[in-house]
C-alpha cells in the first residue's frame, strides 16, 4: 500500500527514541548481509559506516547500563537521535522520499524520547537501572531488527 509505504521511517523512529544508535547498527547489518534499503544512500555502503554503526550500536546497550549514562535528552543524546533517525528514516522511505522518510523518523524520535526516558526512570525504580535497560535493549534491538526487515521485505 503506497500510503503505509513510509511506516518503516516512522517506526525506525520509535525505535530510536529510545536506542540512539539502534537504527543505524540495523540498517548497518542489513547492508553487511547484502540487502539493499528502499532509499538510496551512498553512506550506507562504505564498509566503515557499516563496521562503525554495529560497533556503536553494541557500545550504547553496554554504556547504558553505567550510572553514569547521561539522559537520552541531553542535547548530544537528542543530537544522536536526529542524525540516526534520520539516515535510517531516509534509507527505509521509498526511493525518492527520502527527505520525507528522514523527516518522518526525526519527528517521532525526539519527542518520543522524552516519553521513553519515563518510562525507563518508572522501570528503574521498580527493578534497577540494568535490568530495566537489559529489558529495554531486549525490546528496542528486536524493534529494529523487525522494522528493517519489514522494510526489505515490502521491496520485494
Known amino acids: ?32 548481509a ?7 544512500l551512498v553512506l550506507l555502503d562504505h564498509p566503515l559506516f557499516k563496521v562503525g554503526a554495529l560497533f556503536m ?10 550510572k553514569s549514562a547521561p539522559d537520552r535528552t541531553v542535547f548530544l543524546g537528542l543530537l544522536a537521535r536526529v542524525m540516526s533517525a534520520g539516515i535510517a528514516g531516509a534509507a527505509l522511505a521509498p526511493h525518492g522520499r527520502e527527505r520525507l522518510g528522514a ?6 524520535a525526539v519527542p518520543l524520547a522524552y516519553l521513553t526516558l ?3 526512570k518508572q522501570a528503574m525504580a521498580r527493578i534497577g537501572q540494568t535490568r530495566s535497560g537489559l529489558i529495554e535493549d531486549a525490546f528496542v534491538v528486536a524493534a529494529g531488527a523487525a ?10
Open 1 to 32: 500500500m503506497k500510503s503505509l509505504s513510509l511506516l518503516p521511517s516512522v517506526l525506525i523512529g520509535v525505535v530510536a527514541s529510545a536506542r540512539s544508535m539502534t537504527p543505524m547498527a540495523a540498517i548497518a547489518a542489513a547492508r553487511l
Open 34 to 40: 547484502h540487502q539493499g534499503t528502499p532509499g538510496r
Open 57 to 66: 550500536g553494541v557500545g550504547e546497550l553496554l554504556g547504558d547500563k553505567m
Open 103 to 108: 523527516g518522518l523518523a526525526i519527528g517521532t
Open 118 to 120: 519515563a518510562g525507563r
Open 147 to 156: 522494522v528493517v526487515a519489514m522494510a526489505l521485505r515490502g521491496r520485494r
